[in-house]
């Protein structure tokens, strides 16, 4: 979540509000198949208190997409179970890389913050050392000498 309180009324996509018989005319399958599928794993909707099984509209997106795995792509339910969970795999992935980014970005602000507080504190009365290439001529200075006179 993303801190903000959400109002309990407001639905998702991930808000399981159909009943087994709903989502299986919503997906176009048969209510027993997506006991299967629960029982395999596939797709695990919501409980009710009374153990009854609660969809949302993103399970049955995942119906539709199980079913057209398996008829239309020939799939077996196993290798759907694997493309899925790696799908779900791959999401956590991009969610985390985004997420390790934004602090990578806050934490490169916050330096160059501390590094122009640092630049800000140098004394201005001091003068940088510079190094003073030798020019290859040597000049011998000797002090003139006093005359007895």
Same mark, same amino acid.
């Given at each position: 979540?993303?801190?903000?309180?959400? =109002? *309990?009324?407001?639905?998702?996509?991930?808000? *399981?509000?159909? $009943?087994?018989?709903?989502?299986?005319?919503?997906?176009?399958?048969?209510?027993?198949?997506?006991?299967?599928?629960?029982?395999?794993?596939?797709?695990?909707?919501?409980?009710?208190?009374?153990?009854?099984?609660?969809?949302?509209?993103?399970?049955?997106?995942?119906?539709?997409?199980?079913?057209?795995?398996?008829?239309?792509?020939?799939? =077996?339910?196993?290798?759907?179970?694997?493309?899925?969970?790696?799908? =779900?795999? $791959?999401?956590?992935?991009?969610?985390? $890389?985004? /997420?390790?980014?934004?602090?990578? /970005?806050?934490?490169?602000?916050?330096?160059?913050?501390?590094?122009?507080?640092?630049?800000?504190?140098?004394?201005?009365?001091?003068? *940088?050392?510079?190094?003073?290439?030798?020019?290859?001529?040597? $000049?011998?200075?000797?002090?003139?000498?006093?005359?007895?006179?």
């Amino acid at each position: 979540m993303d801190g903000r309180r959400r =109002n *309990p009324y407001e639905l998702t996509d991930e808000t *399981p509000v159909y $009943v087994i018989s709903v989502a299986a005319q919503l997906s176009g399958l048969h209510p027993q198949t997506l006991r299967q599928y629960d029982r395999l794993g596939l797709v695990s909707p919501d409980r009710t208190a009374g153990r009854g099984r609660r969809y949302s509209t993103r399970d049955i997106e995942l119906l539709r997409q199980v079913q057209a795995l398996s008829q239309d792509e020939g799939i =077996n339910l196993a290798g759907i179970k694997r493309i899925i969970e790696l799908e =779900n795999q $791959v999401a956590a992935l991009q969610a985390r $890389v985004a /997420e390790l980014s934004a602090a990578l /970005e806050g934490a490169a602000a916050a330096m160059q913050q501390r590094e122009a507080q640092v630049h800000a504190s140098y004394r201005r009365d001091l003068v *940088p050392y510079q190094d003073v290439q030798q020019a290859s001529a040597l $000049v011998v200075w000797r002090p003139k000498q006093k005359r007895d006179g």
